[in-house]
């Protein structure tokens, strides 16, 4: 707390000092976010059995949604179904536990049916300088590689599988081809890895029916601050060289006085809240 | 709870900041390294598009945001900055990406007319957070540096950033700290959620003449000018 306030902050900077750190907002709740991963087909979800999303189309990501934890029941109808009773798929429970971030997916099994999968995002902490990378796939075709730079980063990967890695942030040129071989099914395509920043690609569509594409999503807040900046080696504008003593003196005169008289007011008005108890 | 303690806890900090402690922090003469000052491209193409309208319905349906989640169409990352100017105080300094240096310190640049900006934080472009520019107060090499001057600058004193895009954007300042190592809040400084800002960062206050170092941070923190 040892700050020399010297120029257009006063109050609120000291009043911030006193301040509580606000409330974890993910108490208690859970972070959905929903993509829509089915081809040719607009839908109705419903959260609990009251529609949530309406006519929400292919290839759009909604949310985020903060939801109390617990489970959820998700159900997906057809987009002109009057209520959840006769579902395109599901109804599927969703166990959302406290403070998790996920994401629930419509999309085709392997085999071309619809189907739905909850995924869990990875949100812990991501070294400075990194960003991290999960793939998922959700779309009806075989096993497949994820080549970076022409390189294998990702293997075997399956319906619904998903792998992460984290790796230096910027962008990737990924191709998805089947396991085993280069040839592209899907790219190359160039995906942005952002530093403190979850990005998720979904490999959806069908092989069969040529309409394989990429989805992202990115989730950020993972990031860290750097702890210092080190701006000066020769002490030439330091508050002790000798021809700045007299300024400075006076800026921490200064500092101070103003500083005392909110304290005073702080304490006044502690004194106040007690007396009134 | 605790407020008496926090009241008396500013006194005596303040007490101690007149009295001028000499707490070990980092402000280091070794040069620093810059960690591959690299720009990165973001998708050139295709503007973020807004939210899907919810369509008409008879029943009353929670409004959630929705995007294309097309690869496409994700936005594009914003360009960095690329010069500094403070016309009041005389600064007008080139700007480049930078990262950590070995030690997760914010890099710096040597050359004097060069300022860093946390490249992985926001831009002056980005929809929230706090912009960091940073460079060395003085050099052994050089002599005082233009950041030195930042310790004059008033509320209100402008700031113009501009962007590798060729987009300038003023901001005015807000506040001015000196702040003691230790007790910098980086995350604050650093913060990536919250309003549009633009933080000046060098080193001010004492200086300890036998570790090489300053003991504080002069921090400026303006915002922008609509």
Redesign the interface.
Known sequence: MNRIVIAGIGAGALVALGAVAPANASEGTATLSVLHGVPDLTVDVYVNGELTLDDFAPGELAGPLELPAGTHSVAITAADAADASSPAIGPVDLPLDAGANYTAVAHLDAAGDPTATLFTNDVSEIPAGQGRLTVRHVAAAPAVDVLAGGQPVITDLANPAEQTLDLPAGTVSATVAATGTTEPVLGPADVTVSEGTLTIAYAWGSLEDDNLALAVQTVTGMHSSPNGVPAGSAGLAATNAPEQQAPVWAAIGLGSLAALALVGATARRTITLRSER | MG??A??A???G??V???A??G?M?????AP?RI?GA?I????TDAPRPGD?A??A?P?A??H????????DE?PA?PAPPARLEVAALGIDVVVRPA???A????A?FDDPAVAAW???GPAPGSAAGSTVI???????TY??LP??RL?D????TEVVVTDAAGARRAYA?????????A??D??V??D??GPPRLTL???????D?EN???L??LVVTATPID
């Open positions: 407020r008496t926090v009241a806890g500013v006194f900090s303040l101690a900041a007149s001028v402690l707490l922090v980092a402000c280091t003469a620093e960690d690299r990165t491209a973001g998708p899907v919810p369509a319905s029943v349906v929670p959630i945001p929705r995007r294309s989640a097309a690869l994700q990352s990262g950590l240096d030690q997760g310190r914010m710096l946390y490249r992985w940073a460079a060395h107060v003085d050099s052994l002599d005082l950041f030195a310790r600058a008033a509320p209100g300042v807000q506040s001015l700290e000196v702040i003691e190592k007790e910098v980086w995350n400084a650093f990536r959620a960062v060098t080193c001010g206050g004492e200086f003449t090489r170092r300053y504080s941070n």
